[in-house]
Nanobody, 121 residues
Framework: VQLQASGGGLVQAGGSLKLSCAAS????????MGWFRQAPGKEREFVAHINRSGTSTYYAESVKGRFTISRDNAKNTVYLQMNSLKPEDTAVYYC???????????????WGQGTQVTVSS
């Protein structure tokens, strides 16, 4: 599966952005999907994941209550709605696909190219 992330940009603290990740192929619904992020000088970290049907989600503590992951299997797309953004949310955001739910970066087989999110104070 090939993944293409979009929707990043520059936003003020307290603002919102919605990221999208479009997948190619007809097997999107067979993959669990995750969002990760990587800030300059830091390791890539888990943000959220969602199961194949979209009925189960899980978030990192740092984004819980502010971010929402969702998916539309008919459109082969996974989303990350980000509200109440903070400067520390600044990072390149990546979507990833895997055969099972996981929080580890190394567990994911397929990755998108990343989209930059910058939150100004």
């Amino acid at each position: 599966v090939q993944l293409q992330a979009s929707g990043g940009g520059l936003v003020q603290a307290g603002g919102s952005l919605k990221l999208s990740c479009a997948a190619s192929g007809r097997t999107f619904s067979s993959y669990a999907m995750g969002w990760f992020r990587q800030a300059p000088g830091k390791e890539r970290e888990f943000v959220a994941h969602i199961n194949r049907s979209g009925t189960s989600t899980y978030y990192a503590e740092s984004v819980k209550g502010r971010f929402t992951i969702s998916r539309d299997n008919a459109k082969n797309t996974v989303y990350l709605q980000m509200n109440s953004l903070k400067p520390e949310d600044t990072a390149v955001y990546y979507c990833a696909a895997n055969g099972f739910l996981a929080v580890a970066v190394t567990a994911y087989k397929y990755w998108g190219q990343g989209t930059q999110v910058t939150v100004s104070s």
